[in-house]
């Protein structure tokens, strides 16, 4: 009975010791070392599997419209479901907050600190020593396919080289805690290889199909620097076809994810550090021809890309939707297990939650109005934005439907068989609802006996709502 009564005690404070441990992570860094052709973290070799995330919301427009305060909490959470352990951004992550809710959610950052040529150099220092000592940073990123773009001026490829080598010495002048790597548009040649030796890690964009061909024998034989691909994949829209094409997207996902796995580094032999897919979710901006409002087709054929059609398709990469809504690729990715990885992904797209609220639908991000806020909204059922609250919450429960136009309300969905209250002949049921915010009973008027009146309970006014969501900041 003793053992029993001590387990159950242990039992009851083991989640506060672990979040106490959690939280007092965020003051340490984490140990990042080359050793060889692999990437080791707090003394163990790692392996990539990450995602593309660059998080601008609909109606808007990259970079002055990205937000990674108000899509962290909805975009971390569905990371996690399909087991990804890091993202890329193509814009420095400079905000702890952000930096925390992907830690709580074990998801390292490949910081992009200096990608566009008309910015001064002295930025990348900024930007570094901005977030520097927080864990959840594993490398400083230059550049995204600079020997195309010219670093998104028209540099010419002696400049552009020249700066992302000065961008790097400036970095590991600022923290030489951490590699630094940079993005190159297919293999560079020895000659760019020598020029920048002062990078410490090659990521590797690549579009060839369902095969990277000889990608990682050629990298062998080239350099013996660690490498990972920067991006790969194929997005959900088939030209050939004129119609949405999820499963070609799924295949290509698989197909290429498992030909990353198999080079790895963590194994023997391997000379790949990882995978980075693009991307996250779907941009509404990206075809220069259409309108960042709407879902607009449109893409580019050099004669090489990506499965089936070769073409890019540049707003239909995510795997997921806009809204969060998983593609088949999402499940696909799930289902490729890292090499070294401690758990599986924590759910399957069959076995994920249905929500009245598609997920991303819910993220601060999705409304115009909560724009720099950190967390999810309060939708009305419309999906109209009410209030926006932070992100230290627990789950609440919503109540009667049957509610004054006048009461703010969350999308609901009836539950016949759930709990119901009830006066006379009226029902009223309730549903549930999950935030990321720091909810309580608090939220609603409600009493001891858990509603405000017999047989009723009911909402804050929209203005009580606002003034609770508000109060919470």
């Known amino acids: 009975m003793v053992a ?8 009851s404070i083991l989640p506060r010791l672990l979040f106490l441990q959690q939280l007092f992570s965020i003051g340490r860094t984490t140990s990042v070392r080359i050793e060889g052709r692999q990437l080791i973290v707090d003394g163990r070799p790692l392996h990539l599997k990450g995602v593309c995330w660059n998080p601008v919301p609909k ?14 909490e909805s975009d971390s959470d569905l990371m996690r ?15 702890p907050e952000v930096l925390d809710v992907l830690w709580r959610h074990k998801i390292y950052v490949l910081n992009t600190v200096y990608i566009w040529g008309k910015a001064p150099l002295d930025t990348v220092v900024k930007n570094v020593n901005a977030v520097k000592s927080h864990p959840a940073v594993l490398m400083w990123v230059v550049g995204n396919e600079w020997n195309y773009n010219g670093l998104y001026v028209g540099l010419p490829f002696p400049d552009a080289l020249k700066r992302v080598k000065d961008a790097v010495d400036l970095i590991k002048e600022s923290d030489p805690t951490r590699p630094v790597a940079t993005v190159h548009g297919e293999i560079p040649n020895g000659n760019t290889l020598a020029a920048l030796s002062n990078v410490d890690v090659w990521g590797i964009n690549k579009y060839s199909g369902l095969s990277f061909g000889n990608l990682f024998e050629a990298w062998e034989t080239l350099s013996k620097t660690p490498m990972f691909l920067g991006e790969y994949g194929a997005d959900a829209y088939n030209t050939q076809a004129s119609r949405r094409d999820e499963h070609s997207q799924a295949i290509a996902t698989k197909k290429l994810t498992e030909q990353i796995v198999k080079a790895s580094s963590v194994h023997e032999g391997g000379v790949c ?3 980075i897919i693009f991307e996250f ?10 309108n960042p409002s709407k879902h607009d087709v449109g893409g580019v054929s050099p004669g090489g890309g990506p499965y089936p059609d070769m073409t890019f398709n540049e707003e239909w990469w995510g795997l997921v939707k806009y809204d969060g809504t998983p593609r088949e690729a999402f499940k696909a990715y799930a289902d490729v297990l890292r090499p070294g990885a401690d758990e599986a992904p924590q759910l399957a797209l069959a076995a994920q939650r249905v929500s009245s609220t598609p997920h991303r639908l819910s993220a601060c991000g999705a409304h115009s109005a909560c724009k720099g806020r950190l967390g999810n909204c309060c939708p009305d059922k419309l999906n109209q934005f009410l209030s926006c609250c932070t992100s230290t919450a627990t ?4 109540t009667h439907l049957k509610l004054p136009s006048t009461t703010w309300r969350p999308p609901l969905t009836q539950h016949p068989s759930g709990p119901s209250t009830g006066t006379g002949n ?19 008027k409600v009493g ?11 909402f804050m006014t929209r203005e009580e709502a606002q003034g609770f969501c508000d109060s919470q900041a």
């Not at 109606?59 to 962290?72: A, C, I, N, T, W």
């Not at 979710?281 to 259409?290: H, I, T, Y």
């Not at 001891?448 to 009911?458: D, I, K, P, Y």
């Open 281 to 290: 979710a779907d941009e509404w901006w990206k075809d220069g021809s259409g």
């Open 273 to 275: 550090i990882g995978g």
């Open 395 to 398: 789950t609440t429960q919503a």
């Open 4 to 11: 029993l009564r001590a387990a159950g005690a242990l039992a």
């Open 426 to 444: 009226a029902m009223q049921h309730y549903a549930y609802m999950e935030f990321r915010g720091k909810f309580s009973n608090g939220h609603f």
């Open 59 to 72: 109606g808007g427009v990259h970079p002055v419209d990205l937000d990674f305060r108000g899509f962290v």
């Open 448 to 458: 001891t006996a858990g509603c405000r009146g017999v047989g009723e309970c009911q």
């Open 81 to 95: 479901r399909a087991g990804i352990n890091a993202i890329r951004t193509y814009d420095a992550i400079t905000d």
